[in-house]
């Protein structure tokens, strides 16, 4: 199960910081990231992290609209993964979903390599 939490409404240069609470699932060699889609386009990667080893940046990927700005983390002790995200543009105004890769431990952005998702959280932001 995977559950979002941290969505909002939020000014242009605002912050907010999206948890997922990831529980059921054996992490010694997954991956887990965000994904967002907004009205009318395609869901896309933001930024994904794997759980085997993730204090090193060389384990994450972003996507070239967040970097700099988004930063993602996994805490292995309470099986969540956060996404941090600064300056937020109207750009981002987005459903954000949180999933989980248990198949291997590829963390790109392929949608189809990760097979449970969350059911999102709502990220407004204004201009």
């Known amino acids: 199960q995977l559950v979002e939490s941290g969505g909002g409404l939020v000014q242009a240069g605002g912050s907010l910081r999206l948890s997922c609470a990831a529980s059921?699932?054996?992490?010694?060699?997954?991956?887990i990231g965000w994904f967002r889609q907004a009205p009318g386009t395609e869901r896309e990667g933001v930024a994904c992290?794997?759980?085997?080893?993730?204090?090193?940046?060389?384990?994450?990927y972003y996507a070239s609209s967040v970097k700099g700005r988004f930063t993602i983390s996994w805490d292995n002790a309470k099986k969540t993964v956060y996404l941090q995200m600064n300056s937020l543009k109207p750009e981002d105004t987005a459903l954000y979903h949180c999933?989980?890769?248990?198949?291997?431990?590829?963390?790109?952005?392929?949608?189809?390599?990760?097979?449970?998702w969350g059911r999102g959280t709502q990220v407004t932001v204004s201009s």
């Open positions: 992290i794997s759980t085997s080893d993730s204090t090193r940046d060389s384990r994450t």
């Open positions: 059921g699932f054996t992490f010694d060699d997954s991956a």
């Open positions: 999933a989980i890769n248990t198949i291997d431990s590829n963390w790109g952005p392929t949608l189809e390599e990760y097979n449970y």
